[in-house]
């Protein structure tokens, strides 16, 4: 089945660790996004990558990293640089196409700092 | 910064009731798309209307945009009480594939 995955779907970090969340599509898609919710929140962009190695900053990339060597996957890691880490990660992924194209979502990623 | 701003934040209805959610935006777009979350999972795509569309349905619902004030409404009708979900506009800009959410709508949908 196509799909986007992500895991673990429950993380836990010490403070001071860096941590990587995981996420895979199968759908042949060149665009992945992560995105961050908090509580009764919205979506917030983190990165983003059009096509392999290469992604952008969102509006809140700073305390993050991401890598884009494969184009199935599009891993996301919350370094200690990161102060408030405790969120929902959504990652998602969609095609290129002439007047835009859906996106697919992964189950998310829920991260808590202990 | 957050493209689309939804209105109203929370929403109650009875069932078999309609619901109407608005989105305004910013900034020029190539599209602009609605998604439904339920608690604590990923998001799921409704629909997609592009900037040169001034309405879509697909099934219950109903998409305006009104590209001169920067405003999509989503009409759910008939609703029911699995309709209850939080609903996010997101805006394409077009190049460079940047997808931006607003900050979503919560429709509880009481049977």
Redesign the interface.
Same mark, same amino acid.
């Given at each position: 089945d196509g799909g986007i995955t992500q895991s673990p779907k429950y993380l836990f970090r010490k403070e001071g660790q860096n941590v990587t969340l995981s996420c895979e599509q199968n759908l042949n898609h060149d665009a992945m996004y992560w995105y961050r919710q908090d509580p009764g929140q919205g979506l917030r962009l983190i990165y983003y990558s059009q096509i392999v190695n290469d992604f952008q900053k969102g509006d809140i990339a700073e305390g993050y990293s991401v890598s884009r060597e494969k184009k199935e996957s599009f891993p996301l890691t919350v370094t200690s640089a990161q102060k408030n880490p405790t969120a929902f990660y959504l990652c998602a992924s969609r095609g290129v196409g002439l007047g835009g194209t859906e996106a697919f979502f992964g189950q998310g990623t829920r991260l808590t700092v202990v | 910064?957050?493209q689309g701003e939804?209105d109203p934040q929370a929403l109650s209805i009875q069932e078999g009731e309609n619901a109407t959610m608005n989105c305004s935006y910013k900034t020029s777009i &190539? &599209?602009l798309?609605w998604?439904r979350q339920n608690s604590? *999972?990923? =998001?799921?795509?409704l629909i =997609?209307i *592009?900037s040169n569309e001034r309405e879509k349905h697909s099934g219950r619902l109903r998409v305006t945009l009104d590209t001169s004030k920067k405003s999509s409404s989503l009409l759910i009708t008939a609703s029911r009480a699995a309709d209850t979900a939080s609903y996010?506009c997101?805006t394409?800009a077009?190049y460079?594939?940047? =997808?931006?959410?607003?900050?979503?709508t919560?429709l509880r949908v009481k049977s």
């Amino acid at each position: 089945d196509g799909g986007i995955t992500q895991s673990p779907k429950y993380l836990f970090r010490k403070e001071g660790q860096n941590v990587t969340l995981s996420c895979e599509q199968n759908l042949n898609h060149d665009a992945m996004y992560w995105y961050r919710q908090d509580p009764g929140q919205g979506l917030r962009l983190i990165y983003y990558s059009q096509i392999v190695n290469d992604f952008q900053k969102g509006d809140i990339a700073e305390g993050y990293s991401v890598s884009r060597e494969k184009k199935e996957s599009f891993p996301l890691t919350v370094t200690s640089a990161q102060k408030n880490p405790t969120a929902f990660y959504l990652c998602a992924s969609r095609g290129v196409g002439l007047g835009g194209t859906e996106a697919f979502f992964g189950q998310g990623t829920r991260l808590t700092v202990v | 910064s957050q493209q689309g701003e939804e209105d109203p934040q929370a929403l109650s209805i009875q069932e078999g009731e309609n619901a109407t959610m608005n989105c305004s935006y910013k900034t020029s777009i &190539n &599209n602009l798309q609605w998604y439904r979350q339920n608690s604590g *999972r990923g =998001l799921v795509h409704l629909i =997609l209307i *592009r900037s040169n569309e001034r309405e879509k349905h697909s099934g219950r619902l109903r998409v305006t945009l009104d590209t001169s004030k920067k405003s999509s409404s989503l009409l759910i009708t008939a609703s029911r009480a699995a309709d209850t979900a939080s609903y996010f506009c997101a805006t394409d800009a077009g190049y460079g594939n940047k =997808l931006v959410f607003g900050a979503g709508t919560i429709l509880r949908v009481k049977s």
